[in-house]
């Protein structure tokens, strides 16, 4: 008996393991280029009111299909008048998800509009793909917030994603163009990558100690599924590097010479963060996986670290890292549903509700 119910057992886990197996979300390349469809990845409607093309990055941040790159550059570069906008998706999709039809939508919804067709604008939009689906079966999906969220930052730590989106904002952006402007976003943990992603560059210097200014116009992150440690270290590292000029009414380098580079208006931030006050995934999700990963991984040791425009005040990183920066009342007001980072300590632009 003890043998048949050991058969049972082994059987039941093979059935379970290969139930999981099933479900497993494929890792693509979804849009791959071959020698047949060499322009696979891109597409768009016949009387060319507008270009997708996609993107797509595997769990260590590698490129799945150099050759996607090439084409969506390829795009943007015969566009005379191109209007780009790039967006990583988040948790719970990938290439071939909801997300590529509402972001497609949007890209349409653009197109049309009488500004845009009258002025004769090229409209383009990237699709920066990853896995952030990883499991398909209902409720268990949600176990997979850990991984998604370790793959994200992996894919923001690496070089591939910044080379990417730099190669295509510089490609919109050449000054031969008629109009050139270049808009990012990201949603959910790919507002995660986009932040963590971007910061790189917005704190890049040259050669001459200069700051370099940002290749693209904008960047929004939707509800961003990442803590607001690296928030607050951006915003500190900011207020060490810039200060504000009334003159010029901009934020100019405080280091000797830098005052000469980059110069950024005050109307512009670096980076916008969109956060809306029902977001269960951000508001009450995050929040729980992350307490639920520190207790697991028996972290309870944190640093206490200044608040940003709070004049000595310091908080401890542990709250930081459980909470998101869209919601987080060290850093943004709660109160407002638009909120958005400036190139300096502790200020937020806001509209009310």
């Known amino acids: 008996m003890r043998d048949a119910n050991s058969i049972c057992y082994r059987v039941l886990f093979v059935l379970t393991l290969v139930s999981l197996l099933d479900s497993c979300q494929s890792y693509g390349p979804y849009h791959a280029n071959t020698a047949s469809e060499p322009l696979n990845s891109v597409r768009g409607p016949s009387d060319g009111r507008y270009k997708f093309a996609f993107i797509e990055f595997g769990d260590q941040g ?25 967006y990583i998706h988040g948790w719970m999709n990938d290439a071939v998800s909801g997300d590529v039809c509402r972001f497609e939508h949007f890209i349409d919804m653009v197109s049309r509009l009488p500004e845009v067709s009258q002025g004769k604008i090229n409209v383009i939009g990237v699709y920066i793909a990853w896995r952030g689906k990883d499991l398909t079966v209902p409720g268990l999906n949600l176990l997979t917030f850990w991984n998604r969220k370790t793959a994200g930052n992996e894919i923001a730590a690496q070089n591939s994603c910044l080379a990417a989106i730099n190669e295509l904002a510089l490609a919109a952006r050449d000054p031969s163009k008629q109009v050139h402007h270049c808009i990012l976003m990201g949603h959910s943990f790919g507002g995660l990558v986009l932040s963590s992603t971007i910061s790189h560059s917005i704190l890049d210097a040259s050669s001459t100690g200069a700051r370099n200014a940002s290749p693209w116009d904008m960047a929004v992150a939707f509800n961003p599924a990442d803590n607001a440690i690296g928030s607050r270290q951006l915003l500190s590292e900011l207020d060490y590097l810039y200060k504000y000029d009334p003159t010029r009414g901009a934020y100019v380098g405080r280091t000797p010479g ?23 995934a951000t508001g009450t999700f995050f929040p729980i996986g992350t307490t639920v990963g520190n207790v697991v991984n028996f972290h309870y040791h944190w640093d206490k670290v200044p608040v940003p425009g709070g004049n000595g005040q310091k908080i401890s990183e542990g709250e930081l890292q459980t ?31």
């Open 323 to 353: 909470h998101t920066p869209g919601v987080f009342h060290f850093i943004l007001n709660p109160l407002t549903h638009v909120q958005s980072f400036q190139p300096f300590i502790g200020a937020t632009s806001r509209t009310e509700a």
């Open 62 to 86: 590698s490129a799945l299909d150099m050759s996607q790159r090439a084409v969506a550059l390829n795009a943007i570069r015969q566009a005379q008048r191109p209007l780009l906008f790039v």
């Open 258 to 280: 830098a005052e000469e580079g980059a110069v950024v208006n005050e109307n512009r931030p670096f980076l916008v963060i969109l956060q809306s006050e029902n977001d269960q």
